[in-house]
């Protein structure tokens, strides 16, 4: 008899930004994936904007060495509403300090601390 144990996904600490200079979660969340997609380890973390009535939202998932971001933004009380979607290769930290995905289709850099960049 074969026994099939999945691995557990680490889910890594949130990120909420904004408004103003309001920040939470810090940047250990993006630590975290880099270091599980440096094990190729499942994992997951968010990054998310708050306004007076809207969210805006990057999720990260890392499966099988492979980072898929979902970017969505919301209006309260609507359903989020999908703004797009990639597949990247590569997660890494700049020079700066920021973490990043990149080496994704389609073409693009999606930084795991920063909305919009």
């Not at 080496?103 to 960049?117: A, E, F, I, M, V």
């Amino acid at each position: 008899m074969v026994a099939l144990i999945a691995a557990a996904a680490i889910q890594c600490q949130a990120r909420s930004i904004g408004p103003g200079s309001l920040r939470r979660g810090g940047t250990s969340g993006a630590a975290c994936m880099l270091a599980a997609f440096n094990d190729c380890h499942a994992a997951g973390y968010t990054l998310s904007s708050f306004g007076v009535d809207t969210i805006h939202t990057e999720t990260f998932r890392l499966v099988g060495c492979k980072v898929y971001v979902t970017e969505s933004f919301r209006v309260v009380p609507q359903q989020p509403r999908v703004l797009g979607r990639s597949v990247c290769s590569r997660l890494r930290k700049t020079g700066t300090g920021d973490v990043v995905a990149d080496r994704c289709t389609p073409r693009s850099t999606t930084s795991l601390t920063k909305l919009g960049t």
